[in-house]
T-cell receptor, first 117, second 110 residues
Framework: GAGVSQSPSNKVTEKGKDVELRCDPISGHTALYWYRQSLGQGLEFLIYFQGNSAPDKSGLPSDRFSAERTGGSVSTLTIQRTQQEDSAVYLC???????????????FGAGSRLTVL | DAKTTQPNSMESNEEEPVHLPCNHSTISGTDYIHWYRQLPSQGPEYVIHGLTSNVNNRMASLAIAEDRKSSTLILHRATLRDAAVYYCILRDNYGQNFVFGPGTRLSVLP
């Protein structure tokens, strides 16, 4: 597609429920990133995919968080047993990633705003 | 990834140039300097990037010091729509993730 698409744009859920957030990167972009941004805060790195593999999961805050990417394209971030502190905007970005060039730039989606009541 | 240091906030008047500094004294020879900005209620967007030479595009200019330990993002004529948080990031050929610091919050006064 023309840009990075994220869904849902807004999600309100009750504490303890599971949620899935979806990211559809730009076609041909092999690298995909998930970030979290709490209200008024900076971007917190969560996980990075190169193709279908996730060489860097260091940012996932707990084992309630997981992410997968299939077919080297769409990625899903799953939060199990949501807590109120999970409330944030979850941002996805993609880049060409080929050859790990430092010149590759990120294109971000509009984000998914998660509110846990 | 090497660290960058930016002022927390800056102010500018509309239609005046803005120079946003970034220090990166531990930069390595293979690190690219990237700038992104985040407008209110939006995801970050790419602004410009460079390696050694100064760069210009339709959005901004990037001036890189000769020793590459600092750089400056230049907005030639600030508009109200340029009010955003500006992030300076280093990215090498081996780094796998982009690390965003707190950035500089730019306010543009009419």
């Amino acid at each position: 597609g023309a840009g990075v698409s994220q869904s849902p744009s807004n999600k309100v859920t009750e504490k303890g429920k599971d949620v899935e957030l979806r990211c559809d990167p730009i076609s041909g972009h092999t690298a995909l990133y998930w970030y979290r941004q709490s209200l008024g805060q900076g971007l917190e790195f969560l996980i990075y995919f190169q193709g279908n593999s996730a060489p860097d999961k260091s940012g996932l805050p707990s084992d309630r968080f997981s992410a997968e990417r299939t077919g080297g394209s769409v990625s899903t971030l799953t939060i199990q047993r949501t807590q109120q502190e999970d409330s944030a905007v979850y941002l996805c970005a993609s880049s060409l990633g080929t050859g790990m060039s430092g010149a590759n730039v990120l294109t971000f989606g509009a984000g998914s705003r998660l509110t846990v009541l | 990834d090497a660290k960058t240091t930016q002022p927390n906030s800056m102010e500018s008047n509309e239609e005046e140039p803005v120079h946003l500094p970034c220090n990166h004294s531990t930069i390595s020879g293979t690190d690219y300097i990237h700038w992104y900005r985040q407008l209110p209620s939006q995801g970050p967007e790419y602004v410009i990037h460079g390696l050694t030479s100064n760069v210009n595009n339709r959005m901004a200019s990037l001036a890189i010091a000769e020793d590459r330990k600092s750089s400056t993002l230049i907005l030639h004529r600030a508009t109200l729509r340029d009010a955003a948080v500006y992030y300076c990031i280093l990215r090498d050929n081996y780094g796998q993730n982009f690390v965003f610091g707190p950035g500089t919050r730019l306010s543009v006064l009419p």
